[in-house]
């Protein structure tokens, strides 16, 4: 067997061999993100996580690895429950799809909950709760 060929083999048994998280996508704030879907994915919770902490995954993922436009709506299709992508994992999951719930929103105020099925935020606007707080203190949008 050629050098390459063993090298080639060799980096297929490393891949093979990582955890499925280690192809996970980190957002800004770390939390991980994992697809479900083409549409659909999961935040993966993290101790002291909040509803924002989950909706600037959710929209940093959107816009960085699903490539959306600024004003495509992110839905919360499931608020936190096991994980389907990671074993024993909290989770939040989010669509670009919207779900039957997501009739009830039709005239909503701005709220951030991860109770509220169907609810949405726009990808750019989700991810600016990536910007402030303790984290990086630039903004999206000046």
């Excluded at 800004?28 to 909706?55: C, M, Y």
């Excluded at 024993?88 to 991860?114: G, Q």
Aim: charged residues 15%.
């Amino acid at each position: 067997m050629s050098f390459y060929a063993m090298s080639a083999a060799l980096g297929l048994a490393i891949v093979i061999a990582l955890p499925s998280s280690a192809w996970a996508f980190r957002a800004k704030n770390h939390l991980e993100v994992n697809p479900i879907t083409q549409t659909r994915f999961e935040v993966i919770q993290r101790a002291g996580a909040g509803a924002s902490d989950f909706w600037c995954a959710a929209g940093d993922y959107a816009r960085r690895v699903l490539g959306v436009a600024a004003n495509q709506p992110v839905y919360l299709v499931a608020g936190r429950d096991t994980a389907q992508t990671r074993t024993n994992r909290i989770a939040v999951t989010f669509s670009l799809d919207a779900p039957p719930e997501a009739a009830n929103f039709a005239t909503k105020p701005l709220t951030l909950n991860l109770d509220a099925i169907g609810d949405s935020l726009r990808a750019a606007f989700a991810e600016q709760y990536c910007y402030g707080g303790l984290g990086d203190q630039r903004k999206l949008f000046p």
